[in-house]
T-cell receptor, first 108, second 113 residues
Framework: KNEVEQSPQNLTAQEGEFITINCSYS?????LHWLQQHPGGGIVSLFM???GKKKHGRLIATINIQEKHSSLHITASHPRDSAVYIC??????????FGTGTRLQVFP | ETGVTQSPTHLIKTRGQQVTLRCSSQ?????VSWYQQALGQGPQFIFQ???????GRGNFPPRFSGLQFPNYSSELNVNALELDDSALYLC????????????FGNGTRLTVT
């Protein structure tokens, strides 16, 4: 069983829709990262959080430590948001454990 | 500040050969981590270097080794290449090894034939 589970695996949306991607993890963590990977491989770090909520532009990330759950929200989605979104966590070491990713496609 | 750059972008090697992949971290970033991402899968942690010393390692055999240099560059070396080593290799740098934001390079795509 993967220590980091993401849902859904695949997501399609129409431009303008509100999108939520979920991440659950099995044990206590020291930090959670949300990453964006475009075709071709480059990864961009969107958020790093250990509690509460962070917002950057149309992106919002929340984390509930008690429930071991985090969500990434995209408001007013756009075709350029199409990418794979990856949740990754660090436990008691600096080793980053990755989720399986959510492939998002936003159509005009 | 400059980003994280990796070289080469693509590489084809033959089984049994050795390969060196390079990563140039952002200035001031004393931590670099390397990841292997097989096609269709999530990245897997190979190892991390902090201030030029290995600071954690994933489930990879000893033929995967690394170096980190004072000028914020690092190398991933793989000996005795196997077909299953074909993957995208990513490096990520950060200011500190403890929960700092990560900056990824675009990766090196290695194909072993």
């Amino acid at each position: 069983k993967n220590e980091v589970e993401q849902s859904p695996q695949n997501l399609t949306a129409q431009e303008g829709e509100f999108i939520t991607i979920n991440c659950s993890y099995s044990v206590g963590i020291s930090a959670l990262h949300w990453l964006q990977q475009h075709p071709g491989g480059g990864i961009v770090s969107l958020f790093m959080l250990s509690s509460g909520k962070k917002k950057h532009g149309r992106l919002i990330a929340t984390i509930n430590i008690q429930e071991k759950h985090s969500s990434l929200h995209i408001t007013a989605s756009h075709p350029r948001d199409s990418a794979v979104y990856i949740c990754a966590v660090t436990f008691d070491t600096d080793k980053l454990i990755f989720g399986t990713g959510t492939r998002l496609q936003v159509f005009p | 500040e400059t980003g994280v750059t990796q070289s080469p972008t693509h590489l084809i090697k033959t089984r049994g050969q050795q390969v060196t992949l390079r990563c140039s971290s952002q200035s001031g970033h004393n931590t670099v981590s390397w990841y292997q991402q097989a096609l269709g899968q999530g990245p897997q942690f190979i190892f991390q270097y902090y201030r030029e010393e290995e600071n954690g390692r994933g489930n990879f055999p000893p033929r995967f080794s690394g170096l980190q240099f004072p000028n914020y560059s690092s190398e991933l070396n793989v000996n005795a290449l196997e077909l299953d080593d074909s993957a995208l290799y990513l490096c990520a740098s950060s200011r500190d090894h403890l929960n700092s934001p990560l900056h990824f390079g675009n990766g090196t795509r290695l194909t072993v034939t």
